[in-house]
C-alpha cells in the first residue's frame, strides 16, 4: 500500500488535540475502531507503526 507523503503530513498535521477513533478493515473485511486520546508517527519515509 502506497502512501502520499505530503498528504501523510496533512492528515496528521490537522489532528489538532482530543480523542479520536482509527478505523480499518480486518484481514475478514470486518470493522475495527480502536479509541486513543494520542498518536504519533514514527516515520512518513517508509511510514512505521508502533512494533512494525
Known amino acids: 500500500m502506497s502512501i502520499d507523503p505530503i498528504r ?9 488535540s482530543g480523542i479520536t477513533v482509527v478505523t480499518a478493515l480486518d484481514a475478514d473485511g470486518a470493522p475495527l ?20
Open 33 to 52: 475502531g480502536p479509541t486513543c486520546r494520542s498518536f504519533s508517527s514514527l516515520s512518513s519515509d517508509p511510514p512505521l507503526r508502533p512494533g512494525g
Open 8 to 16: 501523510f503530513r496533512e492528515v496528521l498535521g490537522a489532528f489538532c
